[in-house]
């Protein structure tokens, strides 16, 4: 059965510091997805990731994947009150892709 | 607005009650998934529909079933409701599975009393 684990679970930050969200998996896939979710809130696709080494950023976010490691990272430069959200971390495998298995959430909190 | 229409928003229902949530796909996508958000089980994979025919299953109680349609919309049924049914449902869809990712509707709260 798939695992997947983030850490941190919580994440309080200040303004202006850079952070990294880890998330491992114990089954091999080449596809993870990273999700924001606002409270009460749908989740909003951050990234895509497909293949071993892929790297994304969107703003102060980087997302990277590392499929022989079974671990992609979340990094978060020079955070803003407006990154406060929960992150998820979401991987897909199998023969029927869409059946995603996600992470606990990462609970963020920027500090002014 | 993600394309991902979700009804209703909220439910409130009571314990053994039957409810039918609703998803229409954004234009174009074939596939349609549910899952269930709730605070000690987190995010679970309910089940997929691609094309009307069910894909794969995930954890979904016997007492819950959904069905796919031929203008590709959507539609959770639960069944004789328990008070830890009380979940976030969300639908999502994708097209060519996955490959752009997957978006999520707004979600249906179901409150059971």
């Known amino acids: 059965e798939l695992k997947v684990e983030q850490n941190p679970l919580f994440l309080s930050m200040q303004e202006g510091k850079n952070y990294t969200i880890y998330c491992n998996y114990s089954?091999?896939?080449?596809?993870l997805y990273w999700y924001r979710q606002d409270p009460g809130k749908s989740l909003e696709s951050l990234f895509v990731?497909?293949?071993?080494?892929a790297v994304k950023q969107e703003g102060r976010l980087m997302a990277s994947l590392d499929t022989k490691a079974r671990l992609s990272t979340l990094h978060i430069t020079a955070a803003v009150h407006d990154l406060s959200a929960t992150y998820f971390c979401?991987?897909?495998?199998?023969?029927?892709?869409?059946?995603?298995?996600f992470g606990q959430g990462t609970i963020l909190t920027v500090h002014p | 607005d993600s394309g991902v229409t979700q009804t209703p928003k909220h439910l409130i229902t009571a314990t053994g009650q039957r409810v039918t949530l609703r998803c229409s796909p954004r234009?174009?996508?074939?596939?349609v998934y549910w899952y269930q958000q709730s605070l000690d089980q987190g995010l679970q994979f309910l089940i997929q529909?691609?094309?009307?025919?069910?894909?794969a299953k995930g954890n979904i109680l016997e007492r819950f079933s959904a069905q796919q349609f031929p203008d590709l919309h959507s539609e959770l049924n639960l069944s004789s409701l328990e008070l830890g049914d009380s979940a976030l449902y969300f639908c999502?869809?994708?097209?060519?599975?996955?490959?752009?990712?997957?978006?999520f509707g707004s979600g249906t709260r179901l409150t059971v009393v």
């Open positions: 999502a869809s994708s097209y060519k599975g996955g490959s752009y990712g997957y978006t």
């Open positions: 990731l497909l293949s071993n080494g």
């Open positions: 529909y691609y094309n009307g025919e069910e894909r």
């Open positions: 089954t091999t896939s080449d596809r």
């Open positions: 234009s174009g996508d074939l596939s």
């Open positions: 979401a991987v897909d495998m199998g023969t029927s892709y869409g059946k995603l298995t």
